[in-house]
Each structure stands twice: as C-alpha cells, then as structure tokens.
C-alpha cells in the first residue's frame, strides 16, 4: 500500500490535513493545562519569581510544574565515592593489657615504657598513634633472647644510624651504644615493639652514661592499678630529654607540672647533673 504523505512532502510542511487536525487535538490540553498553571502561579502572593515557580521553586502548595520529575537535594556522596578519601586516621595502639600479656611470663624486670607508660601513670587510654614500648635490664639479655624467640629481633647500627637494622643472633651480649631491640611480635595486633635496655647496678637504676643519676628500682618500676608495670614517669621525661634535647618543649613542660612532688624534684635534678654531664663531654662520671 502506497504511503499517502510522501517524505518529500513531509520535509517541504505539505502533508495532509488530518494529521494537523490530530497534532492540535493532543497538544491543546497540555498547553492549556500549562496556561492555567503559570496564570496560578503568577497570580499567587509570594516572594518566588515565576521562572523559580516553574523550576519547581515554589511553596509547598504550589511545589513547580517540574516538580513531577522528583529532582530533590543530590544525596550524600559515600567518603572515597569521588576516588578522594578522608586521610587516614592513626592506629589506636593495643591496649595496656595487650602488652602485659605479651611480657606477664617474662622471668625479669620489666615495664611499660613511653607515652604509654605516662598514660598509665594518669590512668588515662594511650593516644592514638603512639609507639609501644617496653624497658627490661641489659644485665638480663639472655631472659630477653629466650623471650624473643621467633620475633625477629634487630637493633639500629651503631655504626650507621641511616642503615638498616642489625639482626640479634645467638644471645650475643648487646652492650652500649646498643639501647634498643626492634621486634615484631606474633601477636596479629602488633606491627612493632621496641624494647629498650636499661642500666642497672645491684638494686638502682642509672641512666646511661651518667651513673649519678640513680633511682631504687622499687621506684623506676611503678605498678598500675590494674597491674601493669609501668616505667616511672620522671625516668620516662628524663630520657625524652636526653634523647631530644627537648627540655624548652612546652608539652615537656606541662608533663613536669603535672607530676607529684617528689617525681618533678627528681627530675629536676636529674636534668641538672644529665646537663652537666653533657657539657663536660665526658663519659661515666
């Protein structure tokens, strides 16, 4: 059957008749339905413009012509939907008492040490991001080997503080400048602990390289109420300071305010003779 409109004719606007007839028919009632809406609307007291009535700016009675299509607020985008993600938050460090049970077999002296054991001190949860670390005796080196066992223990090369660490083999006696034993326990939640070494002689601690700082051991080692040793905060402030230099910090300062007495006037007094010792350039004194 032969098409009565021709394409040509369709492209030139001659067509029949019926089909104009049938176009007007569908459109006359959206036009007007649009009339109608845009004279409301227009006519409605309101503060909104009539191009925002139509783009579904309106009130709630007179929600927009649009407002059909259902286009609300974009929702909320899921953190790294973009490919950015919201940087990373520090690690929480074990707990406390993840610590003791890794160290509650150990058969010598030992305790928590670092901002953790600062933390016990204040009975406070240790901060985010914090390292884990544990101070036992040098004197007890082969009660810490047997104790390593399967963590691979290394130390920093005194040599060359830039190489990498030295593997601990066969209970060889680490002496001075050696201070610390890197290790990684088989525990899942840790990554890292260092264990550092501390002098003693008889029943005090001394710090290293300047054996007129001493303290009873009863005193380095204080005991948290829920039973962990824990190193006492003024040998903790102490070796932040020699190590750092740090004593004009203002965190250091707050620390040494916030101790009891007898803690801060040990302190201060240790830093005297650690500086004295220092600025004579000389070793054991």
């Given at each position: 059957?032969?098409?009565?409109?021709?394409?040509?004719?369709?492209?030139?606007?001659?067509?029949?008749?019926?089909?104009?007839?049938?176009?007007?028919?569908?459109?006359?009632?959206?036009?007007?339905?649009?009339?109608?809406?845009?004279?409301?609307?227009?006519?409605n007291?309101?503060?909104?413009?009539?191009?925002?009535?139509?783009?579904?700016?309106?009130?709630?009675e007179?929600?927009?012509?649009?407002?059909?299509?259902?286009?609300?607020?974009?929702?909320?985008?899921?953190?790294?939907?973009?490919?950015?993600s919201?940087?990373?938050?520090?690690?929480?460090p074990?707990?406390?008492?993840?610590?003791?049970?890794?160290?509650?077999?150990?058969?010598?002296?030992?305790?928590?040490?670092?901002?953790?054991?600062?933390?016990?001190?204040?009975?406070?949860?240790?901060?985010?991001?914090?390292?884990?670390?544990?101070?036992?005796?040098?004197?007890?080196?082969?009660?810490?080997?047997?104790?390593?066992?399967?963590?691979?223990?290394?130390?920093?090369?005194?040599?060359?503080?830039?190489?990498?660490?030295?593997?601990?083999?066969?209970?060889v006696?680490?002496?001075?400048?050696?201070n610390?034993?890197?290790?990684?326990?088989?525990?899942?939640?840790?990554k890292?602990?260092?264990?550092?070494?501390m002098?003693?002689?008889?029943?005090?601690?001394?710090?290293?390289?300047?054996?007129?700082?001493?303290?009873?051991?009863?005193?380095?080692?204080?005991?948290?109420?829920?039973?962990?040793?824990?190193?006492?905060?003024?040998?903790?402030?102490?070796?932040?300071?020699?190590?750092?230099?740090?004593?004009?910090?203002?965190?250091?300062?707050?620390?040494?305010?916030?101790?009891?007495?007898?803690?801060?006037?040990?302190?201060?007094?240790?830093?005297?003779?650690?500086?004295?010792?220092?600025?004579?350039?000389?070793?054991?004194?």
């Amino acid at each position: 059957m032969e098409d009565p409109v021709a394409t040509s004719q369709l492209l030139d606007g001659e067509f029949n008749g019926v089909y104009l007839h049938l176009l007007w028919f569908l459109a006359a009632p959206v036009l007007y339905l649009i009339a109608a809406w845009i004279h409301r609307q227009l006519n409605n007291p309101g503060e909104a413009t009539w191009v925002e009535k139509l783009l579904g700016g309106g009130d709630e009675e007179s929600p927009g012509f649009l407002s059909f299509l259902n286009v609300g607020e974009a929702p909320a985008l899921a953190p790294g939907a973009l490919g950015v993600s919201d940087p990373p938050q520090p690690k929480p460090p074990p707990k406390p008492s993840r610590v003791f049970e890794l160290f509650q077999h150990y058969p010598a002296p030992w305790a928590v040490a670092g901002e953790m054991a600062l933390s016990l001190h204040r009975n406070e949860a240790p901060a985010g991001g914090c390292d884990i670390e544990i101070a036992v005796l040098r004197r007890d080196h082969d009660a810490l080997w047997d104790h390593l066992v399967g963590w691979q223990p290394h130390y920093p090369d005194p040599a060359d503080k830039a190489a990498q660490p030295v593997p601990w083999r066969d209970a060889v006696p680490l002496g001075a400048p050696v201070n610390r034993v890197l290790t990684r326990p088989l525990a899942a939640d840790f990554k890292a602990l260092t264990v550092l070494l501390m002098e003693a002689d008889g029943s005090e601690w001394y710090l290293a390289g300047t054996p007129r700082v001493r303290l009873p051991l009863e005193r380095a080692i204080l005991t948290s109420p829920g039973g962990i040793p824990y190193l006492a905060p003024e040998i903790v402030l102490l070796g932040q300071a020699v190590r750092k230099q740090a004593t004009d910090d203002q965190e250091f300062k707050l620390s040494i305010t916030q101790l009891a007495e007898p803690h801060r006037d040990w302190l201060l007094l240790a830093l005297g003779i650690a500086a004295d010792g220092r600025d004579r350039t000389t070793g054991d004194e």
